[in-house]
């Protein structure tokens, strides 16, 4: 962790003990602006996996990262036990325990509960076998093919019931039409007043950076959405 990171981390400490724990509104309107950067994770099946902290930039699943463990968080310490615990299947940094996949984050040990199919009667079902690109060979070299069950709503039955049943701080990943993957982007919902809102690093030209998008306007560009529900 960069000395620049250590601060940022002490700030976001400092907001998220005053708003209390769980407060994933306030910890993550710490990141809004934050640059977006790709890649930043260090580890692979040829290099060994490290333990990074780099909250100068974020791409969508580390600010989920990141969001998630501070509000397990009261100090440092606590924060990197909790960020092992949510990036890591066990708590164990390597590349094959890593979470590397969306829905790892409800399977085995989970992280948060998949509600997708609880808030949508029009909820499709799609088996996957993740890792395996359409096109043939991997997207994670290194790692296995894992056959799951994948539930999204489409986009156009993501109606203001499908929203009344969301909760602040859940996470809506945008479906994958690729078999080997479960989702392309990841981020975290909240209602405004001025309606509600994907809270996510985007890399699009306009924004390279955590900025909140209307949700119905993201969800106009994607096939669907995965609503993963953290614990309480």
């Keep these: 962790m960069s000395e620049q990171s250590e601060q940022i981390l002490e700030r976001m400490l400092a907001v998220r003990n005053g708003a209390g724990a769980g407060s994933a509104e306030a910890i993550?309107?710490?990141?809004?602006?934050?640059?977006?950067?790709?890649?930043t994770l260090i580890g692979s099946a040829s290099e060994p996996e490290q333990l990074?902290?780099?909250?100068?930039?974020?791409?969508?699943?580390?600010?989920?990262?990141?969001?998630?463990?501070?509000?397990?968080?009261?100090?440092?310490?606590?924060f990197i036990a909790a960020l092992r615990e949510v990036r890591y299947r066990d708590g164990?940094?390597?590349?094959?325990?890593?979470?590397?996949?969306?829905?790892?984050?409800?399977?085995?040990?989970?992280?948060a509960n998949d509600v997708t199919a609880d808030l949508s009667p029009n909820a499709?079902?799609?088996?996957?076998?993740l890792n395996q690109k359409d096109s043939g060979g991997l997207f994670l070299p290194g790692l296995p093919v894992v056959a799951r069950t994948v539930s999204y709503i489409p986009s156009d039955q993501f109606d203001d019931g499908v929203v009344s049943g969301l909760r602040t701080g859940d996470y809506v990943g945008a479906y994958a039409e690729d078999g080997g993957l479960?989702?392309?982007h990841v981020g975290i919902f909240f209602d405004t007043p001025s309606g509600p809102v994907l809270r996510n690093a985007s890399s699009l030209p306009g924004d390279n950076k955590v900025v909140d998008t209307p949700l119905f306007d993201y969800l106009?560009?994607?096939p669907g959405a995965v609503v993963l529900r953290p614990g309480q």
């Excluded at 993550?28 to 890649?39: D, M, Q």
């Excluded at 699943?61 to 009261?74: H, P, W």
């Excluded at 890593?98 to 085995?108: C, E, N, Q, S, V």
């Design 92 to 111: 164990v940094v390597n590349f094959q325990n890593r979470r590397h996949f969306f829905t790892d984050w409800a399977a085995g040990s989970p992280v």
């Design 28 to 39: 993550s309107r710490e990141f809004l602006g934050t640059p977006y950067g790709a890649n």
């Design 182 to 184: 479960d989702v392309t």
């Design 124 to 129: 499709v079902a799609v088996q996957k076998m």
């Design 52 to 78: 990074v902290v780099e909250l100068t930039k974020v791409d969508c699943f580390t600010l989920a990262d990141y969001v998630e463990a501070l509000k397990r968080a009261g100090n440092r310490d606590e």
């Design 220 to 222: 106009r560009t994607v």
